[in-house]
C-alpha cells in the first residue's frame, strides 16, 4: 500500500536525523537531564527574568529586553520603557489574595523602570490558571501592560479581557533565538539559549530540526491525500493507544489494592472534551482529596496531582465541576508516547507512589 511506503519514508527521515542528533550530541540538553523541563518558577521564570534584566549576568545590557519590547506587536511606539533603569524581578508578593476585593497574589515577572511597572507577565506551562489572577494583578498594576504567557498562546479562562496573549511556541521561541544570535561572541550564553530554544521546540511539540521538517515537508506535498487520510484517523488512533494503556495501568492498580482504595477510570471529567485522559483515586469514603492520573493529549505528557473532592448529586453519582476545583498539586511524571510494558509499569508503579507519599493530604481553604 502507498501508505506503508509514506510512512517508511517519513521513518527513514526521522532516522537519519536521530542518528544525527546522536552523534553531534545535540540531545544533551540540561534541563531535561536536571527533569527541570517543565519547572515555571526555577525554569523558565527564571530564565526569562535574568534576560528581561539589562543588569543580568548574560552580559547583553538592555538588548534582550529591548528585542522583547520590539518584537511583541501589541508594543506601539507610545509604549516607552527607560532600558537605562529597567529592571526584572521575578515571584513577586503584592499582598494576601483576595478574591472579593480582587487584590493581592504573586507576580510571575514585573519589568520596572524609573516611572513605575511597565510590564507583567503571568507564565503559564502545565498549572492551572487561578481565579481572578490577572484581574488581581491589573488592580495592582493598572499602568502597566499585562501579558498572559502560554505554551500556545491560549486565552485567560476568566471574564477579564484587558490582557495580550503571548506563546512560547511563537513569541518566546523567536526572542529566544534573536537573542542567540545577539550572544554571537559570546559562546557559554549562546548555547544556554540555544539548549533553551531545544526545550522550547520540545515542549510545544515543534520539530527540533528545520532541515528534517522541511524534508517531511516535502514528502507530504508528494503525498497530499494520502498524508490527509493519515491526519484524519490520527487523533481517533491516539485516544484509543491512550485508553488502552490507562486500562491496563487502572488494571494492575486495581489487582494489586483491589480491598483498599476506591479506583475509577474517569474520562474528562475535570479537563475540557478530548484534551486529556484521567485515572482519580480516592484511598476511602472519608479522604478529602482524589489523587488523578493525567494524560494531556496536546503535549504528551504525564501528570499527577491531588484535587479536593467536590460532590455533586447528579443522579445520585459523584461528579468534579470544573469551576470549583482547587488544584493542589500538579507534577509531571514523564512523556508518553508509546505503548511500551516497561513504561506502563513505571508509571503505575511512580502513581502509587506518588499516593502513598501524598495520603495525608488535606483540603486547603
Known amino acids: 500500500m502507498k501508505f506503508n511506503l509514506l510512512l517508511k519514508q517519513v521513518k527513514t527521515i526521522i532516522d537519519l536525523y536521530e542518528k544525527h542528533a546522536e552523534l553531534s550530541g545535540e540531545r544533551f540538553n540540561i534541563f531535561s537531564i536536571m527533569s527541570m523541563e517543565s519547572d515555571e518558577v526555577r525554569t523558565h521564570s527564571a530564565i526569562l527574568a535574568e534576560l528581561l534584566n539589562p543588569k543580568g549576568n548574560h552580559s547583553l545590557g538592555s538588548k534582550p529586553l529591548e528585542l522583547f519590547v520590539k518584537q511583541m506587536p501589541f508594543f506601539k511606539e507610545e509604549f516607552i520603557v527607560d532600558f537605562g533603569s529597567a529592571l526584572c524581578q521575578k515571584e513577586v508578593y503584592v499582598g494576601v489574595k483576595d478574591d472579593v476585593n480582587l487584590e493581592g497574589g504573586r507576580v510571575d515577572l514585573i519589568v520596572s523602570d524609573k516611572t513605575g511597572c511597565r510590564i507583567v507577565i503571568e507564565n503559564k506551562i502545565y498549572a492551572p490558571e487561578q481565579q481572578n489572577q490577572l484581574e488581581r494583578y491589573y488592580n495592582k498594576y493598572s499602568g502597566a501592560k499585562i501579558l498572559y504567557l502560554t ?40 548555547e544556554v539559549l540555544n539548549q533553551y530554544a531545544y526545550l522550547i521546540r520540545k515542549l510545544t511539540n515543534q520539530s527540533k530540526n528545520e532541515e528534517m521538517s522541511n ?11 494520502e498524508s490527509l487520510e493519515i491526519f484524519r484517523n490520527f487523533e481517533r488512533v491516539r485516544n484509543e493507544i491512550v485508553s488502552d494503556a490507562f486500562e491496563i495501568i487502572l488494571s494492575r492498580m486495581s489487582i494489586q489494592h483491589k480491598d483498599e482504595w476506591k479506583i475509577s477510570f474517569d474520562i474528562n471529567s475535570i479537563w475540557s472534551q478530548n484534551t486529556s485522559k484521567v485515572i482519580l483515586v480516592s484511598i476511602d469514603s472519608n479522604s478529602e482529596v482524589f489523587f488523578y492520573l493525567r494524560y494531556e493529549y496536546s503535549s504528551s505528557k504525564l501528570f499527577v496531582g491531588v484535587v479536593p473532592k467536590v460532590l455533586s448529586s447528579k443522579k445520585g453519582k459523584r461528579s468534579i465541576q470544573r469551576q470549583e476545583i482547587k488544584f493542589l498539586r500538579n507534577d509531571l511524571i514523564t512523556e508518553f508516547k508509546e505503548r511500551e510494558t516497561e513504561l506502563l509499569e513505571e508509571v503505575k508503579n511512580k502513581f502509587l507512589q506518588y499516593i502513598e507519599e501524598n495520603k495525608d493530604t488535606k483540603c486547603v481553604s
Open 215 to 225: 524534508e517531511i515537508s516535502q514528502v507530504i506535498k508528494e503525498n497530499y491525500l
Open 151 to 190: 505554551l500556545d498562546g491560549s486565552e485567560s479562562k476568566q471574564s477579564f479581557k484587558n490582557y495580550e496573549r503571548i506563546s512560547y511556541e511563537y513569541h518566546i521561541l523567536n526572542w529566544i533565538e534573536a537573542c542567540a544570535k545577539e550572544a554571537f561572541d559570546k559562546p557559554m550564553v549562546r
